[in-house]
């Protein structure tokens, strides 16, 4: 499993043709959406609807790897598989909590990063964010065709 501000915005910025001020609108969507999705995973599980459940995971994986979200793509990827064998109990109340504090660390680790991709805007440059609690800093490339 990554570490969980494990993210690859070089990327996901790649994907966007370079334009940081697309990906900062694009992170903040997946972010206040993100925000919400433990709720609706817990209540999919706890309401038996597993195969939503699954599916909304699925979902998610995908955009986590669109956002360079790497360690909320993989805790989504390995929760969608323990939906999909099938959970007791007391497994889909773990899976609850652990994709809650992996909904938690994403969105503490990866928020500083919009203001910062909307600044670098349609400029040649490249943006640094302190984002471990190391205090390690990730230089991202923003390089705009």
């Known amino acids: 499993m990554p570490a969980v501000d494990c993210v690859d ?12 001020g697309l990906y ?3 992170l903040q969507s997946f972010l206040d959406k993100l925000a919400g999705q433990p709720a609706q995973l817990d209540q999919l599980l706890h309401g038996e609807h597993a195969a939503d459940a ?10 986590a790897a669109t956002v360079g979200a790497v360690y909320m793509g993989a805790v989504a990827a390995r929760a969608e598989a323990d939906v999909k064998r099938g ?3 007391a497994e889909r109340d773990g899976l609850c909590a652990q994709f809650r504090d992996a909904v938690a660390g994403t969105l503490h680790t990866m928020a500083p990063l919009v203001p910062n991709a909307a ?3 349609d400029f040649n440059t490249a943006f640094t964010v302190d984002i ?13 065709v």
Request: net charge positive; charged share 20%; proline share 2%.
């Open 9 to 20: 915005t070089t990327s996901a910025i790649a994907r966007l043709d370079g334009k940081t």
């Open 24 to 26: 900062a609108k694009v």
């Open 54 to 63: 699954a599916r909304m995971l699925h979902t998610l994986k995908g955009v």
């Open 87 to 89: 959970l007791t109990p």
């Open 119 to 121: 600044r670098a805007g």
């Open 132 to 144: 471990s609690k190391a205090g390690q800093a990730v230089t991202v490339g923003a390089d705009i």
